[in-house]
C-alpha cells in the first residue's frame, strides 16, 4: 500500500515537471520565435507591375514590376470562383484549418515517399509555396524548416484570405507571366473574373508545371492534363456532370498578345505619377477612345499633304469633368513624326481661344453686352499695335460679330478695359498652370496666343463653358483629388458666350460642306498662333467638350495651317461619334434666371433715345450691364444753307436756322473713316464770327501714350505723333517741352526724335484749344 502510494506521488511529481518543462520550452520557442520574427518580419513587400483601368475596368494598359516580370495585382473579389476553388481543392484542401504547416499532409507525403522510394508528393501548403515563391531557395530539408517557419509568420502577420490573395497573384504561368490577371489579360485577352469552367481547370493545373505545360506551346498535353484534372474536381463536387462534358470538349488556342496599350500618352504620365499604385482606375471610354484614336490618325495622314504631321484630342464629360479620350498624338509608335510626344501636354501658342473669356468677363463687369458696338480701328496699345488675321479692319462692330469674327483688336481693347491681371488670375484659377508660370512677362498680347497654353488647360476652360461657367479640376483617374469649384464667369455671361459661339453661319464654320451636315449643335471656338504653327478647334455642349489641335511637334509652320480649314473638321468629327444618330439625346442649355432681354439702339447697342429709328432685341444682366443711353446722334443748329453751325452763345435770336441731327461718332472711329477715305456726313464748321469758337472738345493725344516709358536704340529713333480731334479741326500744332516744332495737317502722320528722359508734349488744334502729356524716354 505504502509503495503504490509512494508510486503515485513520484508519477505526480515527474509530470509536474514535465509540464513545467514542456512549458518553458515552449515559452523558449515563442521567445525565439518573437526575436527571429522581429529580426526577420514578414511583409516582404511584392512587387507589383502598374495595371490600367477602363471605366468599364478593361485593362488598357500595364508596365512591368521592377524585375521586368509582368505581375499584376489583383484583389480576390476580382478573380472566378471556380478558380480560386479548383486551386484550394488542388494545392491545400486544410488552408483555412491550419497555422502554416499542414500535419496531416506532412504524414501522407512522409509514407507515400517512403512507399515508393521516390517523391511522388509534397506536403507543402500554400502558405509555404507563397514563401518559397516570394524567397526562392534550394530544395533542402533545412531550408524546408525554414520555409515552415516563415510560413507560420506569414500566418501570423496576415489574414487568410490576404495570404490566398497573394499566391494567386504570384504563382508562375512561364516565362515573365506573374499571376492570374497577367496570366488571363496575355493569353485570353479578359480580366480573370469571366474564366469559363474549361480554362478556370487549366490556369489551375499551370503554376506547378509551367515549363512542361508551357501555354501557347504544348497545346494537346495540356487539354490532356485539365481533363484529367476535370474528372478530379467533378469528384470533388467542384463541378457538375453537364459542366464536366462541355468543358472537355472546350478547344484550347492560346497565343500570347501583347499588353493592351490603349492609352499610351495617358498611361504613361499616370504611372510617372502614382508610381507606387499597382491599380490605376481611368475613366476612359473604350469604345469612345479608339474611335477617337481611329480619326485622329486618318486625319493626320490626311494633313501631311500640306505639310502638317501632327494632330492631338481630349475629351471631357461636361457632368463629371471625367476625361473620357485622350489622343496624345496620331499615333505613339509614329516614330518618324515624333508620335512618342504628348501634344494634350504639349505648351503652345493658342492663337484666340482665349477670347471667350475675355469677352465674357467683360459681360460680367457690365461694360459690355453681346450687342453693344466696339471699335475695330487701327490703335496703338502703348508699344503694342496689332493687327487683324486679314489685315483689314471694319469701323463700329458688335461684340458678338468681334468674337464671332475672331476680331484682335476689339479682343485687346476689351482686355485693356479688364485689366491684364484680372485676366490671368481667372486663367490661372481654372487650372492653367503655364499662365501662373508666364505671368509676370505677360501683356496684351495674351488675348491673341502671346503665351504658352496646353491642350489640356483649354479643353479645362471650355468645359466649364459647358458648366455654367464653373470650372473644376478634371479627373484622369479615381486617385485625382477633386477641386473646390470656382465661379470663372457668371452663368448669364456664360450663355451670351454660348449664344455666341453656336452661331453656324460663323466664317470660321469649315468651308467643306460635308464638315457642317448633320453636325451636332455644339458652340465651338478656332484658333491659329503667328506663324500658323498651331491649328485649334475647341468645342462643346452641355455634355461634352472636346479639345483638337494640329499642327508638327518641330514647331514648323505651314502657309495652310488654319484653326478653322485644318482643326474644325477633326472636332466636327469627333462630336459626330460622340452623336452618331441624328435623334442622339442631346441635352440644351437652360437660359439662366437674371438673363434678360430688352431694347437697344442698333447703331450703338445703347438704351435707345427718341432720336433711335431702329432697335434691336440684346441680352443684358439687370444691374450689372451698362445702362448708358445712346447717343450717336447729335443735334445741331444750323443756317439755312448748312454751310456752318452755331453754337448756344452764336445762335440768331430772330430764327433764320433750323435743326438737324449728325452721326456723332466716336473720335478714333472719325479718324478711321478719314484715313480710309470713307465718306460720311460731318456737321458743318462752327460759325466763324462767333467769338467762342476756342469753346469745344480739346484734341487728345492718342500716341505716344501718356506717362509711359518708351526705349529707342540711338537717338535717331523716331517716335509716331498722333492726335484725335474734333470733326471742325483741320491742322494741328505740336510742341515738345514748350518749343513749337511742326504745324501738320489731321489727315498727316509726323515723327519726331525725343531726347532721352522726361519729355512733355503738347498739341494745340487750329481753334486753340490744347492738351498735354507726358512721357519717359530710355
Request: proline share 5%; glycine share 6%; charged share 20%.
Amino acid at each position: 500500500m505504502k509503495e503504490t502510494k509512494f508510486t503515485s506521488i513520484k508519477i505526480k511529481q515527474l509530470t509536474t515537471k514535465l509540464i513545467k518543462t514542456l512549458t518553458f520550452l515552449s515559452l523558449v520557442q515563442l521567445l525565439i520565435f518573437g526575436v527571429v520574427h522581429f529580426l526577420f518580419p514578414y511583409p516582404k513587400k511584392i512587387h507589383y507591375g502598374q495595371v490600367l483601368y477602363s471605366s468599364n475596368n478593361e485593362v488598357i494598359g500595364a508596365t512591368l514590376n521592377n524585375e521586368d516580370k509582368w505581375r499584376l495585382y489583383s484583389s480576390l473579389d476580382e478573380v472566378d470562383p471556380l478558380f480560386i476553388d479548383n486551386i484550394l481543392h488542388k494545392e491545400d484542401q486544410h488552408f483555412y484549418y491550419h497555422l502554416g504547416v499542414d500535419p496531416l499532409a506532412i504524414i501522407r507525403a512522409f509514407f507515400n515517399n517512403i512507399y515508393s522510394n521516390k517523391r511522388t508528393s509534397g506536403a507543402s501548403t500554400i502558405s509555404m509555396q507563397v514563401v518559397r515563391l516570394l524567397e526562392p531557395k534550394e530544395r533542402t530539408y533545412y531550408n524546408k524548416i525554414i520555409e515552415m517557419f516563415r510560413a507560420f509568420q506569414l500566418e501570423c502577420t496576415y489574414s487568410k484570405k490576404e495570404i490566398l490573395e497573394m499566391y494567386i497573384n504570384i504563382i508562375p504561368f512561364g516565362g515573365n507571366i506573374e499571376g492570374i490577371k497577367a496570366a488571363t489579360v496575355l493569353y485570353l485577352q479578359k480580366n480573370p473574373g469571366i474564366l469559363s469552367p474549361a480554362e478556370a481547370c487549366m490556369l489551375s493545373i499551370i503554376p506547378n508545371r509551367p515549363t512542361s505545360l508551357a501555354l501557347g506551346k504544348q497545346q494537346d498535353l495540356i487539354v490532356s492534363e485539365r481533363n484529367k484534372w476535370l474528372e478530379r474536381y467533378y469528384q470533388g463536387d467542384l463541378i457538375d456532370e453537364n459542366t464536366l462534358e462541355s468543358a472537355k470538349v472546350e478547344p484550347i488556342n492560346l497565343q500570347r498578345t501583347s499588353i493592351p496599350k490603349i492609352i499610351p500618352h495617358l498611361s504613361r504620365q499616370l504611372t510617372n505619377r502614382f508610381y507606387d499604385e499597382p491599380r490605376i482606375k481611368t475613366y476612359i471610354n473604350i469604345n469612345t477612345q479608339l474611335k477617337t484614336q481611329d480619326l485622329v490618325k486618318k486625319y493626320a495622314r490626311r494633313l501631311r499633304s500640306i505639310g502638317i504631321n501632327n494632330a492631338a484630342a481630349i475629351i471631357i464629360d461636361n457632368h463629371t469633368r471625367e476625361v473620357v479620350s485622350y489622343v496624345g498624338s496620331q499615333d505613339f509608335f509614329d516614330d518618324k513624326f515624333a508620335g512618342q510626344v504628348d501634344g494634350i501636354q504639349a505648351k503652345r501658342s493658342p492663337g484666340s481661344t482665349l477670347k471667350p473669356l475675355i469677352y465674357g468677363i467683360g459681360f460680367d463687369r457690365g461694360f459690355i453686352t453681346p450687342k453693344t458696338k466696339i471699335l475695330d480701328v487701327p490703335t496703338d496699345f502703348g508699344n503694342y499695335s496689332p493687327l487683324n488675321y486679314d489685315e483689314k479692319f471694319r469701323g463700329y462692330i458688335t461684340v458678338e460679330d468681334a468674337l464671332g469674327k475672331s476680331l484682335n483688336i476689339p479682343a485687346v481693347a476689351t482686355l485693356e478695359e479688364i485689366g491684364v491681371d484680372h485676366f490671368t488670375n481667372k486663367l490661372i484659377s481654372a487650372g492653367f498652370n503655364s499662365i501662373a508660370q508666364q505671368k509676370n512677362r505677360l501683356g496684351l498680347s495674351v488675348a491673341l496666343g502671346g503665351c504658352g497654353v496646353t491642350l489640356e488647360e483649354l479643353t479645362g476652360l471650355y468645359a466649364s463653358f459647358g458648366n455654367k461657367g464653373t470650372y473644376s479640376s478634371l479627373r484622369k483617374s479615381t486617385f485625382g483629388k477633386d477641386s473646390a469649384n470656382y465661379q470663372i464667369i457668371s452663368p448669364e455671361s456664360n450663355y451670351m458666350v454660348y449664344e455666341i459661339l453656336s452661331n453656324l453661319k460663323r466664317p470660321d464654320l469649315p468651308n467643306n460642306p460635308q464638315n457642317s451636315n448633320n453636325a451636332p449643335n455644339i458652340a465651338w471656338k478656332t484658333g491659329t498662333s503667328y506663324g500658323r504653327k498651331d491649328a485649334w478647334s475647341i468645342g462643346y455642349n452641355k455634355e461634352y467638350t472636346v479639345g483638337v489641335w494640329c499642327g508638327n511637334f518641330n514647331n514648323e509652320g505651314s502657309p495652310d495651317l488654319t484653326g478653322a480649314e485644318t482643326a474644325t473638321p477633326l472636332l466636327f468629327n469627333i462630336f459626330r461619334t460622340l452623336y452618331p444618330t441624328v435623334n442622339s439625346k442631346k441635352e440644351e442649355f437652360e437660359i439662366p434666371d437674371q438673363l434678360f432681354e430688352r431694347l437697344v439702339c442698333s447703331s450703338t447697342g445703347l438704351i435707345p433715345e427718341y432720336f433711335c429709328d431702329h432697335t434691336i432685341e440684346d441680352s443684358y444682366i439687370p444691374t450689372v450691364s451698362l445702362t448708358k443711353k445712346c447717343s450717336h446722334r447729335k443735334l445741331y443748329f444750323i443756317n439755312p444753307i448748312e454751310s456752318f453751325s452755331y453754337c448756344g452763345k452764336c445762335l440768331p435770336k430772330e430764327g433764320g436756322y433750323k435743326k438737324k441731327f449728325y452721326n456723332n461718332y466716336p473720335e478714333q472711329l472719325v479718324r478711321f473713316y478719314n484715313d480710309e477715305k470713307i465718306p460720311f456726313e460731318t456737321p458743318p464748321p462752327h460759325n466763324p464770327k462767333c467769338k467762342y469758337t476756342i469753346s469745344g472738345k480739346p484734341p487728345t493725344i492718342s500716341s505716344p501714350i501718356d506717362g509711359r516709358t518708351y526705349y529707342i536704340l540711338d537717338h535717331n529713333t523716331e517716335l509716331e505723333l498722333q492726335a484725335i480731334t474734333a470733326n471742325d479741326v483741320d491742322y494741328i500744332y505740336w510742341y515738345v517741352n514748350d518749343q513749337y516744332v511742326a504745324k501738320v495737317n489731321i489727315e498727316s502722320s509726323f515723327f519726331y526724335q525725343f531726347e532721352v528722359g522726361k519729355n512733355k508734349i503738347s498739341c494745340t488744334d487750329d481753334k486753340g484749344r490744347t492738351n498735354e502729356i507726358f512721357i519717359f524716354v530710355n
